[in-house]
């Protein structure tokens, strides 16, 4: 069920693989349930409940959804950093990019970027070559020998993106990518990132609060309930790339997504609202 | 934007901002001579500062060659104290069950009267440089253990995390973010090391008898001392202070060197 033309139009998919995502898709949440113990408290916070999500290899899903539905929760799952309590989570190799950029202050940024190569032992000159030859492709030529410090907010967040993409992983899990960015440096930001994805295919589970974004950027869009999360909608966007936040179809589907979240709100953990869940509601 | 704002000032020129430092020291010295001359104080007691600059300025020589052996000991010393601190600190991060081992040796370490120690180190090494060094070491490691194991936890775990992701190994962790993460404060440590590894040298010294022409100037300043030149022992420990001096800016110096970042604006902290 996660595969049915979720692929996007632009990104030219490997045949091979392609065959494989039919059978084996890229990202795999089935009915998993997550807690962890308050803080400062002896309880627990349940942060996931009964979440059912899935991702096809090369389609973007965005997990959209109030603050502290588990989203960070969600992909920290899938990159393996935490095992939930309960469920089954299957999913390639997968690499984070997280909220904040976390460059190395030390680092030049052709350096932050090639992290993930040198951690993999290759040379420092051939890790540097081959982060260079990103920062060519994805805009951010002349600023190889830049310090993070001395980098735009959306300087940074593309070199952190850069580290990811060179981490060699086929799943990226980004976190609130441009949630720290004012609005038109995120909205360059979305078209960089469109572009970059349509040069350097992967699978991505993109977090965001931003529901317009996530339907300007998504192949699919699961809406989150909050705490705790679970998928009450999955939307599918068929939309032809690149999308602007002001086509009349993203603006229907934000309408649509925006009453979702509204009507799943705040709720107590006990009723099993699935009413509005239609992807895996039969696991 | 911030950054801009935050970038804009100039830094001064050196001399400039060395002026306070020089003015308070020349009003120091004016009202110790001023009360030395006008006080009617025993010049066995309190040398005047031009006194002491005339006895600096006769025994320049003897200075100079009694500083060397103490320069030794004092930088051979912190080398030791930043090598020993450095790497008890690494074990004590990487291993709980070494920092339970280390750390209460370590705070006691300190806790023992260093002028005992370096007593019982002489009679135990002899008059040369070693216990002299250990002496240093031990009073010196512990600011650099201290600070520098701080500095290794400071390190963002939602850091460690992101080095997780990309396969970091324990070690690669500690190359590529704890170690130089913790460097601006292991130099700190250092620079507190440098402060009290001249006392340290001076105790050394003190608890030593003279084996060769020249033992250092802590050694000076207590002969002089008994041999009431007190003029001499006050030009003795002014060298000391200005080695001092030099020192810690030395240090400071490659801290900028070594970790620049640590000095620049930091601009988005988030």
Redesign the interface.
């Known amino acids: 069920m996660p595969a049915k033309g979720a692929i996007a139009l632009q990104i030219q998919l490997d045949p091979e693989l392609a065959g494989r995502e039919a059978t084996r898709p890229a990202v795999s949440i089935s009915d998993v349930s997550h807690a962890y113990p308050e803080r400062g408290g002896g309880g627990e916070v349940a942060a996931l409940e009964h979440m059912t999500v899935h991702a096809a290899e090369h389609e973007l899903l965005a997990v959209v959804g109030p603050s502290g539905c588990g989203k960070t929760t969600l992909l ?1 799952l899938i ?3 935490q095992r939930s309590d309960s469920g089954a989570v299957e999913c390639l190799p ?3 990019m ?1 909220q ?1 950029d ?1 460059l ?3 680092l030049t940024a052709v350096d932050n970027a090639a ?2 190569l ?3 032992h290759e040379s420092r000159a051939r890790a540097r070559a081959r982060a260079s030859a990103l920062f060519e492709e994805l805009g951010l030529a002349g600023f190889e020998q830049a ?1 993070p ?2 980098l735009s ?1 959306g300087m ?1 967040q593309r070199v952190a993106f850069v ?1 990811t993409l060179l ?1 060699g992983k086929p799943l990226l899990c980004l976190d609130e990518p441009f949630g ?1 960015l004012d609005a038109i440096t995120r909205a360059e930001m979305q078209t960089w990132l469109t572009d970059a994805l349509g040069r350097e295919p992967r699978t991505v589970v993109l977090v965001t609060h931003d529901v317009e974004e996530a339907i300007v950027l998504a192949d699919r869009v699961a809406v989150v309930s909050a705490r705790p999360g679970r998928v009450v909608r999955e939307l599918e966007i068929g939309l032809a790339r690149p999308r602007s936040r002001t086509d009349p179809e993203v603006l229907a589907l934000r309408e649509q997504a925006l009453r979702v979240l509204a009507s799943s709100g705040p709720r107590p953990a006990d009723v099993p609202a699935r009413a509005g869940a239609q992807d895996g509601a039969g696991r | 934007m911030r950054r801009a704002i935050a970038r804009a000032r100039p830094a001064r020129s050196r001399p400039t901002r060395a002026l306070p430092a020089v003015l308070l020291v020349a009003t120091l010295i004016g009202a110790w001579e001023l009360y030395v001359d006008l006080g009617n104080v025993d010049r066995l007691v309190l040398p005047a500062p031009h006194e002491v600059a005339e006895a600096l300025w006769n025994n320049a020589g003897l200075l100079a060659s009694n500083l060397r052996p103490t320069a030794e000991e004092v930088v051979l010393g912190i080398a030791l104290a930043l090598v020993t601190g450095f790497g008890a600190a690494i074990a004590i991060h990487l291993s709980p069950w070494l920092r339970r081992a280390i750390y209460p040796i370590a705070v006691g370490s300190q806790a023992v009267p260093i002028a005992v120690i370096a007593a019982l180190l002489i009679f135990w090494w002899g008059f040369g440089i070693l216990p002299k060094l250990a002496v240093i070491t031990l009073i010196c490691f512990f600011p650099v253990l201290v600070t520098t194991v701080d500095g290794l936890a400071a390190v963002d775990p939602e850091q460690l995390k992101l080095l997780h992701t990309l396969d970091a190994s324990r070690w690669q962790a500690l190359r590529f973010a704890e170690l130089p993460a913790a460097l601006p404060a292991a130099i700190s440590g250092a620079r507190i090391a440098l402060t009290v590894a001249v006392i340290g040298a001076y105790i050394a010294e003190s608890q030593t008898a003279t084996t060769g022409a020249y033992a250092g100037l802590g050694h000076e300043i207590n002969a002089d001392l008994t041999a009431l030149d007190t003029s001499r022992a006050y030009a003795a420990a002014g060298v000391l202070f200005v080695f001092a001096i030099v020192c810690f800016y030395t240090l400071a110096l490659a801290e900028r060197r070594l970790a620049p970042w640590a000095h620049r604006p930091r601009g988005e902290a988030r």
């Open positions: 920290e990159c393996g950093l997968a690499a984070l997280p904040r976390l190395l202050p030390w992290l993930a040198r951690i993999g310090r410090q001395e907010g940074r580290r981490s720290a």
